[in-house]
T-cell receptor
């Protein structure tokens, strides 16, 4: 089993849609969790950290479920500019394979 | 915000030559540097982790004699791909963790092509 696994995608959604990604992890001792966004041929950029209590930043909501060992990212009211690959990071810089999102007009 | 400057952004080299990639933290001290490789349409694969002043810790399957990592100061880490082969062609990217900086800061990546 991979250390970090993500929904394979790709996700193709219309503008305004709500979309959610999950990321499961195998190391129950993991303490840090992040979501990164990577545009084509660019470096990943931090989107948001994931806290135990869940956190929200505008249209983005991140949640952590320690019992089931997964984190999630919810994007509401999708914009064309949200099109990217979303990577989860667990613990010591273990990246998921990424989920590609395409938002269409 | 925190910035990591990575150079070169793109390099083409001949088989058998060595290529050095630099990552500099510009406005913070990078206590830990991570080096990744990413093949097209694949995720970032961690190659090694280095702490300033210590030897790098390599991931399983990564040849430490081929991918030389130096982290001699809190603002500079280098990755040298020695005796490069076409299969080493990839996108190499560094990421730094430092004091007072939230999350990990990535360099802009180096696209290496070995011909």
């Amino acid at each position: 089993r991979k250390e970090v696994e993500q929904d394979p995608g790709p996700f193709n959604v219309p503008e305004g849609a709500t979309v959610a990604f999950n990321c499961t992890y195998s190391n129950s001792a993991s303490q840090s969790f992040f979501w990164y966004r990577q545009d084509c041929r660019k470096e990943p950029k931090l989107l948001m950290s994931v806290y135990s209590s869940g956190n929200e930043d505008g249209r983005f909501t991140a949640q952590l479920n320690r019992a089931s060992q997964y984190i999630s990212l919810l994007i509401r009211d999708s914009k064309l500019s949200d099109s990217a690959t979303y990577l989860c990071v667990v613990g010591d810089m273990r990246f998921g394979a990424g989920t590609r999102l395409t938002v269409k007009p | 915000g925190a910035v990591v400057s990575q150079h070169p952004s793109r390099v083409i080299c001949k088989s058998g030559t060595s290529v050095k990639i630099e990552c500099r933290s510009l406005d913070f001290q990078a206590t830990t540097m991570f080096w990744y490789r990413q093949f097209p349409k694949q995720s970032l694969m961690l190659m090694a982790t280095s702490n300033e002043g210590s030897k790098a810790t390599y991931e399983q399957g990564v040849e430490k004699d081929k991918f030389l990592i130096n982290h001699a100061s809190l603002t500079l880490s280098t990755l040298t791909v020695t005796s490069a082969h076409p299969e080493d062609s990839s996108f190499y990217i560094c990421s730094a963790l430092g004091t007072g900086v939230h999350g990990y800061t990535f360099g802009s990546g180096t696209r290496l092509t070995v011909v």
